[in-house]
């Protein structure tokens, strides 16, 4: 019998990387920061379930991206945004990345995979600086 997949998280990047991203934009130098903040508002859109880690985007939201939680190996976060959102980078076991970008409610996120993870994965894992250091 399968299991029922539940869904953890489902959601776009934090409003607060588009604001930002609007609010820097006075300056010439900042405006492909500005863009990619746009781009990501409009189309990009995380999933997050007991089975499997859903990222779609790129352009028009046409690229779908699953994940499952047995082919990760590494997950690094970096808060963003004074710690309202973070950056979360999955480091797959073929040696490839995902990045998660302006991730709401970060910390509760990368705890929930976490839990879901290969306890050679949780070693490897953390907070940018971090990683792979014993807890005090």
Known sequence: MAVKEEIYFEGKPHIGDLIIG???????????????SIVRAL????????RRITVTGGWMGRNR???IYAEI???????????????MVLTLKDGS??????????REVYDYI???LSLKAKEASG??????????
Do not use: H, M, Q
């Open 22 to 36: 609007l609010l820097i934009s006075v300056f010439v130098i900042t405006i492909p920061l500005t863009i990619s």
């Open 43 to 50: 189309w990009v859109r995380y999933r997050i379930t007991n």
């Open 65 to 67: 991206t699953d994940v």
């Open 73 to 87: 190996a590494k997950v690094v976060i970096v808060p963003r945004g004074w710690g309202s959102w973070g950056d």
């Open 97 to 106: 990345r995902l990045e998660l970008r302006s991730i709401p409610k970060f």
């Open 114 to 116: 976490e839990s879901k």
């Open 127 to 136: 907070t940018l600086g971090t990683a792979g250091k014993a807890a005090t």
